[in-house]
């Protein structure tokens, strides 16, 4: 019996093309972990694991024999995490680069969509950086919508299959489920390491289109994918979600957006959207989120470095 075509690796449908995935783990569930490897695995020539803290036993949770693993020296941070993976696959010989993170679930077709359409972008001479899929939220299976950023908003563009274009350009994409040719990287620079967490992928991101290429959503490639670490559920004439984080990542998402205020590469557009909108998030984190104490005095701490262009790992 035939393969379908979405079980079918990628490198076996185009012979130019070998994509590498490179996931992070931070103390994965092992459980999920194994999901994340069971769905992508047969759709990558090439699976690289960057442990990046947290137990180091990871006996029994990564059954693909194209798998590798780079054990960091503590936790570093995504950067420099996303960077070792990148490095690996560029040894491997990969033509491209899957970055995931460890909870996160592709379909079975996603990589070979993602694929397709970079290849289609690039025949049209679109300049895609990296294309990204729809994601779905694992807790409420909500879609999340593309970004386009607007002086004090932004404009989300959702993916309706049958009335969208196959692709929406946007201004940002998720690190997690985004397919990056490594041509590209060695043209936009590697991620951000002194960003520590947070932001590394919007910087990226902005630094790629300062450079002229284009970032793309594909709506018929789907990854489930969960936002935030908790998400809060409020009716202002309709019903919206905030998705939160710890009180520490929020000290890294002020900070860094700050930081990324003075760089040429950042467009006052976002700029403008973004204070607005870290305002109007910490008016309701404090006025919903339950540590509202500690939410105060990391954002405080994030405002005071951020303007003294403090970067790296938070230290106590």
């Given at each position: 019996m035939s393969k379908k075509k979405q079980d079918i690796p990628v490198a076996t449908l185009n012979k130019f093309i070998r994509v590498s995935s490179v996931i992070v783990t931070f103390s994965p569930d092992p459980v999920v972990l194994n999901r994340v490897l069971r769905s992508v695995g047969p759709q990558v020539d090439h699976i690289v694991i960057v442990h990046n803290g947290g137990p180091t036993n990871l006996s029994g949770v990564?059954?693909?024999?194209k798998t590798e693993t780079v054990i960091m020296d503590g936790n570093k941070g995504i950067g420099a995490a996303q960077n070792a993976?990148?490095?690996?696959a560029k040894r491997y010989g990969a033509t491209h680069v899957l970055l995931l993170d460890q909870d996160s679930i592709p379909s079975g077709d996603m990589v070979f969509k993602l694929v397709n359409s970079i290849r289609i972008m690039e025949s049209q001479n679109k300049k895609p950086a990296a294309v990204g899929p729809r994601l779905i939220d694992s807790r409420d299976g909500l879609d999340q919508p593309f970004i386009i950023f607007k002086p004090f908003t932004s404009i989300k563009?959702?993916?309706?299959?049958?009335?969208?274009?196959?692709?929406?350009?946007?201004?940002?994409?998720?690190?997690?489920?985004?397919?990056?040719?490594?041509?590209?990287?060695?043209?936009?620079g590697r991620m951000d390491e002194n960003l520590f967490i947070d932001n590394v992928d919007m910087e990226w991101c902005l630094r790629a289109r300062r450079k002229g290429y284009s970032l793309f959503g594909v709506c018929n490639a789907r990854l489930e994918h969960a936002i935030g670490d908790r998400v809060i559920?409020?009716?202002?004439?309709?019903?919206?979600?905030?998705?939160?984080?710890?009180?520490?990542?929020?000290?890294?998402?002020?900070?860094?957006?700050?930081?990324?205020?003075?760089?040429?590469?950042?467009?006052?557009?976002?700029?403008?959207?973004?204070?607005?909108?870290?305002?109007?998030?910490?008016?309701?984190?404090?006025?919903?989120c339950e540590d509202k104490f500690g939410h105060l005095k990391m954002t405080f701490k994030g405002v005071i470095d951020g303007l003294r262009g403090k970067s790296g790992k938070y230290e106590l």
């Open positions: 990564f059954p693909h024999s993976g990148i490095e690996k563009r959702s993916c309706e299959i049958g009335k969208n274009p196959a692709y929406i350009r946007t201004d940002f994409l998720i690190a997690s489920g985004t397919l990056i040719p490594l041509y590209v990287i060695g043209l936009v559920r409020l009716w202002f004439g309709e019903p919206f979600n905030i998705y939160t984080h710890t009180a520490l990542r929020q000290y890294y998402i002020i900070r860094n957006s700050i930081l990324l205020y003075w760089r040429r590469d950042t467009p006052c557009d976002w700029i403008f959207g973004d204070i607005f909108r870290l305002m109007l998030k910490t008016v309701f984190l404090l006025a919903f």
